[in-house]
Structure formats: C-alpha cells, structure tokens
C-alpha cells in the first residue's frame, strides 16, 4: 500500500501528505507489531515461569486450549447451588 502511495505522490496524483500519512500508517502498524512480538514473549516467559521449567519443548498452538462451554441457565444454577452443602449456608431461603 506504501508503495503504490508512493507511486501516485511520484506522478503528482497525490500530495505529499498522503504519503506522509501512509508512512505514518506503515510505522503504527510495525509499532503495534513489536508490542504484540513483545507482549508473546512476555506471556511466555510467565507460562514457562508457572510451569517451573527453563522453556517450553513445543509451539503452543490455539487449538492446545480448550473452548468453553455455555453456560446453563441461571436458575439451573441456583438449583445446584442449593443443593450443594458448603454454599447452602450462604443463599438466602
């Protein structure tokens, strides 16, 4: 995109303002790049650091965590609530 920006500045289509903007642009998207690239190595860092382990021997992948599952409804949770011993001294009757 930065380049074909640039292009059209060169065939005077575009001020140079546009591409004083696609260069802008360019820069926040390596910016936003580097802090993701970062914030990964910094998670993990943690991760490896809970596991008590010097690295991790694999790539985690998204498919490694499991998915959630919906929730029941609220009042199917106050039933089990209820009937569950240690909680059933704190629930209103």
């Known amino acids: 995109m930065l380049r074909n920006v640039s ?32 914030l990964t190595e910094t998670a993990r860092k943690k991760l490896i650091s809970l596991c ?17 599952q919906p929730l029941p409804p609220f009042d199917v949770l106050m039933e089990r609530s209820r009937q569950n011993p240690i909680l059933c001294a704190s629930i209103p009757k």
């Open 7 to 38: 292009d059209r500045v060169k065939a005077a289509r575009d001020p140079l303002i546009q591409q004083s903007k696609g260069e802008i642009s360019l820069l926040t998207s390596e910016i936003a790049l580097n802090k993701a690239r970062h």
């Open 52 to 68: 008590g382990q010097d690295n991790i021997p694999y790539v985690l992948d998204v498919s490694d965590f499991s998915t959630l």
